[in-house]
């Protein structure tokens, strides 16, 4: 059997990601933590040409992140370069089409709550995860907002939606899904691995990143841009960053990476900032952190595969400046993840799911909840009630497809 590695740092999500690819597919691998170990830090950056994390090799041969790792996951093309044999692969990859009551699209504080809701109506429901157990909480280090939950760990919390949901029923499938038909009923769901159809679904697949669409972003991705400091931040150490934006997550990301940096610079396109109150208090108490404002950057410049500068313009003057920095952190809200369902189901201008008061698409029996179609609030909170209201209706759906008495 092939040998994997995965290096990994502490407070890593999409290391998570990773290894539950890996996990499973019941793949063996040995994990790597780097978090702590400059020269490993440095062995890793001279091995790949990257400055993030996870990495991942399978017998020397570098095959890339997490993101890599998932596509050859879905591709099929993992296992070929694992040599498993026929019939050991992860799923049935036949015409078996597997009847449920509910499926539940994306692994979310949205996705579990709606299940809660459906496994308590004796439902058995399906949630297919996808890559990333938790949403956009699972790129999310502390979790203060939530009524009733006192811890701060936000993977502590979803580990926590995940095993109430599955006390009460719910089956949780690492599964990609590729492919819906809402034409006709039973709804049809199709991932890499299997074929479903269900009674009533339940679409809670979230929102990503918003990246800035500029030059040298992609062509600098993993080499000193990036997305979560949390995974990241190790590889700057004493170094001089850009963090992009001006919400909470890109003023909670920007004092995580104070424990490494030796300055962190906030670049915000406004006079003022759109984070929280307690985000702001924090950030201008910490003398590490240091803002721009009125500005955008325009272009991230390197040389020999390595962040060198960003190209800065005030937006109110037009003046322009060659930025000399280490890395950028880009932290400028999101996309929802909709493209699955263009043309399938009514989206906004904004490419988010239009839904009515009680959670309903423009397809009956199809509900949506959570960042999928809330650009507004964006919060755990609000998803799970969301959540929870669209699992509520998923159960009326399904009992008055089934002619039987509904509660309340």
């Known amino acids: ?242 963090v992009v934006g001006g919400g909470d997550a890109a003023l909670e990301e920007g004092i995580f990476l104070t424990k490494y940096a030796s300055e962190v610079i906030i670049v915000h396109r406004r006079d003022q900032l759109r984070a929280s109150q307690i985000m702001q208090e924090r950030a201008f108490k910490n003398d590490k952190i240091k803002f721009i404002w009125d500005t955008v950057v325009d272009e991230i410049q390197g040389e020999e595969q390595k962040v060198t500068a960003a190209l800065l313009r005030n937006i109110k003057t037009n003046d322009t400046e060659i930025f000399p920095i280490d890395g950028v952190f880009i932290f400028v809200g999101h996309i929802p993840n909709t493209e699955l369902f263009k043309g399938v189901i009514n989206l906004n201008d904004q490419g988010y799911i239009i839904v009515d008061e009680k959670q309903q698409t423009s397809i009956e029996g199809i509900f949506a909840a959570g960042d999928v179609h809330d650009h507004v609030f964006r919060q755990a909170i609000t998803a799970a009630g969301t959540g929870a209201a669209a699992g509520i209706m998923a159960e009326k759906f399904v009992a008055e497809l089934e002619n039987r008495a509904y509660p309340g």
């Open 1 to 242: 059997m092939p040998q994997i590695k995965v290096y990994t740092t502490d407070f890593c999500p999409y290391c998570d990601v990773a290894k539950r690819i890996l996990e499973n597919k019941e793949i063996e691998y040995e994990e790597i933590n780097i978090h702590g170990n400059p020269e490993m830090r440095d062995h890793i950056e001279e091995l790949t040409g990257r400055r993030d994390v996870p990495q991942i090799f399978i017998d020397d041969q570098h095959i890339g992140d997490d993101d890599n790792l998932a596509e050859l996951a879905r591709s099929g093309e993992l296992d070929k370069l694992l040599e498993k044999e026929e019939g050991n692969t992860l799923g049935h990859n036949n015409n078996t089409i597997e009847e449920r009551n509910v499926i539940i699209i994306g692994g979310g504080t949205a996705g579990y709550a709606a299940g809660v809701y459906t496994s308590r109506a004796m439902l058995e429901p399906l949630l297919l995860v996808g890559d990333t157990l938790g949403g956009q909480l699972s790129l999310t280090l502390d979790l203060e907002n939530y009524p009733g939950y006192f811890g701060d760990q936000a993977g502590e919390f979803v580990n926590g939606l995940k095993e109430q949901a599955e006390n009460f029923g719910t089956e949780t499938r690492f599964e990609y899904v590729t492919e819906v038909d809402f034409n006709n009923h039973p709804f049809s769901v199709k991932t890499y691995d299997n074929q479903y159809v269900a009674k009533s679904i339940v679409i809670c697949t979230g929102a990503s990143p918003r990246t800035l669409d500029i030059p040298g972003e992609k062509e600098y991705g993993g080499r000193g841009v990036s997305y979560c400091a949390t995974c990241d931040g190790f590889f700057f150490q004493d170094q001089r960053l850009i």
